[in-house]
């Protein structure tokens, strides 16, 4: 089945640096990727839709100069957590859209842990 | 617009037992639903999915969901839980291009 990869699965990083992780549709290509942002025990909250070759639509409440993403290719799309802070530590889960005969399933990649210390 | 609302929280089962996780949703789209799992620490795996074909859809692992669309309802069962089916369960709703998630259920299983 189609598989959706995310890397790093965990990343610790200095207050003040940038991160960015990678969200991989690995055997099928897609022009709309989702960022989503789970808090411990909550459900997960959307931060914005990517789309191949044009700026990402945000959520309203996240800053994008923040929350920097990058849909280069079809099958890619990079989130980076700039200036990061250590309430931005959170997990980070993307998801990736199919068409055509599947019915535009969504997919899920592994998830990204980011702790700022 | 459109809105997910999981009944249920938590559900306790014991092992072998069913396994019932409602889900009611609204929609102004025909929507496409589906049931996802969520293992501690790791990501969201499809279990099912309705997109406007069979009401009654199985997915992995022995589960199956039946839409309703006069009740707006989306439940999700398995005739005997399994010890590895303790998750957390998210009923998701897709009506134009967004998704909408419920609250999730916690899902534990009895020895």
């Known amino acids: 089945g189609a598989v959706v990869s995310q890397h790093p699965s965990r990343v610790i990083c200095k207050s003040g640096t940038s991160v960015k992780i990678e969200c991989r549709s690995l055997?099928?290509?897609?022009?709309?990727m989702f960022w989503y942002r789970q808090f411990p025990k909550q459900s997960l909250m959307l931060m914005a839709t990517s789309n191949e070759g044009s700026k990402a639509t945000y959520e309203q409440g996240v800053e994008k100069d923040k929350f920097l993403i990058n849909h280069a290719s079809l099958t890619l799309s990079t989130l980076t957590v700039t200036s990061a802070h250590p309430e931005d530590s959170s997990f980070y889960i993307c998801?990736?859209?199919?068409?055509?005969?599947?019915?535009?399933?969504?997919?899920f990649g592994e998830g990204s842990w980011l702790t700022v210390v | 617009a459109q809105s997910v609302t999981q009944l249920d929280s938590h559900v306790s089962v014991s092992e072998g037992t069913p396994v019932l996780l409602r889900c009611n949703y609204s929609?102004?789209?025909?929507?496409?639903l589906f049931w996802y799992v969520q293992h501690p620490n790791k990501g969201l795996q499809l279990l099912l999915k309705y997109t406007s074909a069979a009401t009654l859809v199985k997915g992995i692992n022995g589960f199956e969901a039946e839409f309703k669309k006069s009740e707006t309802s989306f439940h999700l069962t398995k005739p005997s839980a399994h010890m590895s089916d303790a998750a957390e369960y998210f009923c998701?709703?897709?009506?134009?291009?967004?998704?909408?998630f419920g609250a999730g259920t916690t899902v534990t299983v009895r020895a």
């Open positions: 998701v709703v897709k009506g134009d291009y967004k998704l909408s």
């Open positions: 929609s102004s789209y025909s929507p496409s």
């Open positions: 998801s990736a859209q199919t068409g055509g005969n599947s019915g535009n399933t969504i997919y």
């Open positions: 055997d099928f290509q897609a022009t709309t």
